[in-house]
Antibody, heavy 119, light 104 residues
Framework: QVQLQESGPGLVKPSETLSLTCAVSGGSIRSYYWSWIRQPPGKGLEWIGYIYYSGRTNYNPSLKSRVSTSVDTSKNELSLKLSSVTAADTAVYYC?????????????WGQGTLVTVSS | DIQMTQSPSSLSASVGDRVTITCRAS??????LNWYQQKPGKAPKLLIYAASSLQSGVPSRFSGSGSGTDFTLTISSLQPEDFATYYCQQSYRGFGGGTKVEIK
């Protein structure tokens, strides 16, 4: 069974860079697209972006200037960096695996990790 | 960018009711539409992909329909475990605002 586990600092200061890792177990990171999604407290889901295991990316235009993602196939891990954070970036951050080809369905999800932006 | 609009934003229903949630895309997305269920404190769970295909393990009381710009998620007979928030998602892109299904 594929499992995903997000990790990283739970508290980030305004203007700094948020950095998260997603460890994938029970399956290879290769040959899949992977996605990052976030959810501010009490609000809906926001798509952050996709990354293919080869490194090809596609980001939400509203975050594109501040987001970068990467894949480490040797560690079976993904990473997310979001720069110049503000309180509006406070959210639960999820990683997920994309399945079903062009339908880009998110079948496997991590449990999410809450990141609070505050001084 | 294509906008996804769900309605209603919330609804109250009783166990056994038939529930329908609507998702509208601002332009045609063919059948590139997924539906998710999310319970408090949990990650979303895929229910329907490709607008109408039932994800493995999901009860058959859930169904999806539509193509182009208008889509529906139907729960044929609401069960206690179905009280949750439901999201549509355009494949490759963003989510609708969500529909919270509450107990009447």
């Amino acid at each position: 069974q594929v499992q995903l586990q997000e990790s990283g600092p739970g508290l980030v200061k305004p203007s700094e860079t948020l950095s998260l890792t997603c460890a994938v177990s029970g399956g290879s990171i290769r040959s899949y697209y992977w996605s990052w999604i976030r959810q501010p407290p009490g609000k809906g889901l926001e798509w952050i972006g996709y990354i293919y295991y080869s490194g090809r990316t596609n980001y939400n235009p509203s975050l594109k200037s501040r987001v970068s993602t990467s894949v480490d196939t040797s560690k079976n891990e993904l990473s997310l960096k979001l720069s110049s954070v503000t309180a509006a970036d406070t959210a639960v951050y999820y990683c997920a695996r994309v399945d079903y080809g062009d339908y880009f369905s998110l079948v496997y999800w991590g449990q999410g990790t809450l990141v609070t932006v505050s001084s | 960018d294509i906008q996804m609009t769900q309605s209603p934003s919330s609804l109250s229903a009783s166990v056994g009711d038939r529930v329908t949630i609507t998702c509208r895309a601002s332009q045609s997305i063919s059948s590139y539409l997924n539906w998710y269920q999310q319970k408090p404190g949990k990650a979303p769970k895929l229910l329907i992909y490709a607008a109408s295909s039932l994800q493995s393990g999901v009860p058959s009381r859930f169904s999806g329909s539509g193509s182009g710009t208008d889509f529906t998620l139907t729960i044929s007979s609401l069960q206690p475990e179905d009280f949750a928030t439901y999201y549509c998602q355009q494949s490759y892109r963003g989510f609708g605002g969500g529909t919270k299904v509450e107990i009447k």
